[in-house]
T-cell receptor, first 114, second 114 residues
Framework: ETGVTQTPRHLVMGMTNKKSLKCEQH?????MYWYKQSAKKPLELMFV???????ENNSVPSRFSPECPNSSHLFLHLHTLQPEDSALYLC?????????????FGPGTRLTVL | GDSVTQMEGPVTLSEEAFLTINCTYT??????LFWYVQYPGEGLQLLLK?????DKGSNKGFEATYRKETTSFHLEKGSVQVSDSAVYFC?????????????FGKGTLLTVNP
């Protein structure tokens, strides 16, 4: 148990739907991340938030919209998605351990876009 | 830019066999190196890490040694179990200003048969 939770665990949506993914951590970490994991591809970093400020947007299409209302919560708002957006979306948070930043991952949301 | 190359597999072993998963990297500066494991249906979990040359990370019988001269961080285990079946990811974080970012390899699927 890493202390990072994600809801829902599975989501099926049509291309015209709007949905949101939620991530929560109560580990006291100040940085939170969204990753996309597709089959046969390396993990893709999407967004990074540090102290609630977005510090990284890795050329992600605008149909993905992150929100970080506080250090414990991170959302990914989805609208007008494409079938190729189907993937496992992983949230992570991080802390410094002995001078090294260590990331802790949630279980992911398996998204299917029809 | 930074990159991680690991053997893609899949790797299939019998129980109690010896495991090696190769990982090499390119990075500017002096990166920290990690192995993460993803069990079926779950997110990534930190398995072990090493922060400087010749460091050995170890956990749950797995070991990896940070080899600066060969830019490698190969994962080994002397006797695998069925419960070790998972996807293993090698990753690095650069010691530069953006050291909160991880660069991942593509992952290696390990299947251990009884």
């Amino acid at each position: 148990e890493t202390g990072v939770t994600q809801t829902p665990r599975h989501l099926v949506m049509g291309m015209t739907n709007k949905k949101s993914l939620k991530c929560e951590q109560h580990l006291g970490h100040n940085a939170m991340y969204w990753y996309k994991q597709s089959a046969k591809k390396p993990l893709e970093l999407m967004f990074v938030y540090n102290f609630k400020e977005q510090t990284e947007n890795n050329s992600v299409p605008s149909r993905f919209s992150p929100e970080c209302p506080n250090s414990s919560h991170l959302f990914l708002h989805l609208h007008t998605l494409q079938p190729e957006d189907s993937a496992l979306y992983l949230c992570a948070s991080s802390q410094e351990v002995a001078g090294v930043i260590v990331q802790f991952f949630g279980p992911g949301t398996r998204l299917t876009v029809l | 830019g930074d990159s991680v190359t690991q053997m893609e597999g899949p790797v299939t072993l019998s129980e109690e066999a010896f495991l090696t998963i190769n990982c090499t990297y390119t990075a500017t500066g002096y990166p920290s190196l990690f192995w993460y494991v993803q069990y079926p249906g779950e997110g990534l979990q930190l398995l072990l890490k090493a922060t400087k040359a010749d460091d050995k990370g170890s956990n749950k019988g797995f070991e990896a040694t940070y080899r600066k001269e060969t830019t490698s961080f190969h994962l080994e285990k002397g006797s695998v179990q069925v419960s070790d079946s998972a996807v293993y990811f090698c990753a690095l974080s650069d010691s530069g200003g953006s050291n909160y970012k991880l660069t991942f390899g593509k992952g290696t699927l390990l299947t251990v048969n009884p």
